[in-house]
């Protein structure tokens, strides 16, 4: 049997409403060779019921204990047995002709490793590309791209050689696991971009939007700005600002003044205004 070249990893729980389609945008596409790996993670709605449906031996339903979408992840990476991973959650859709678009841009870049497409936000009847801004190639400042909205990778737009990174989700995180992710490769690998979108990613479904009731769980509660660049650290202190919003008791008591430096401040005004002006600009 032949290597498929993609390994698709699905996290599911509790996603009945909305696999079925994730999964036929996937069967619809005109590039064939790949595996999906569904990793139910102890739903306890029609989610499983849903998959099953769907009569493909390319698609592989896996059922594990509930441990969160990190622990569903990693246990698709321990399966995945394709050339490259790619990960999609279970309420987005990859658009037409996707897999054949990455498998160009990933066949022209071969001595990259990973990479990170364009993707479409969906919000109800509202439409538009995440970004206009990056241009295709190595990203340079990822740190820097992030703080700008311009550089943002998560699951959907994220593909890497299978074989090629040991790194693994945290799961003791339920909310931002994949930002805790995907800065930890920022800071030590290079990423090859590409201005390409290739799914639709679906605000109408985010959990993650909402607190955590432990918000040790949540990674905007762990941050460590200790020996990190200066370009990091200020992409933690606007995720430090969201923890002050969901959790402003709890916050205080993490971080004291850790946050607290007048650098911090005046370089995040100075880019959220130059941000602003962007995006007026844009519209």
Partial sequence: MNRPFFSIIIPLYNKGKTIRDTLNSIICQSFVNYEVLVINDGSTDNSCEEVLRIVDKRIILFTKENGGPSSARNYGMDKAVGEYVYFLDGDDKIIPDALWNMYKVIEMNSEQSLFCFNCFIVNGTDKKISTDSMKCGIVRWPFVQWLLCDFCPK????????GTINMRFNEDLFRYEDTDFFFNLMRTRRF?????????YNQET??????????????????QPEGKTFWERLCLYKLYLESCFLYPTASVEIYGNTFEKLSYKVMYS?????????WRKRE
């Fill in 155 to 162: 699951p959907g737009m994220f593909v890497y050689r299978n």
């Fill in 206 to 223: 985010l959990e993650g939007s909402y607190a955590r009731k432990n918000c040790g769980q949540d990674f905007i509660c762990n941050l």
């Fill in 192 to 200: 090859y971009y590409s201005s390409l979108p290739i799914f639709e």
């Fill in 270 to 278: 100075l880019m959220m205004r130059y941000l602003s002006f962007k």
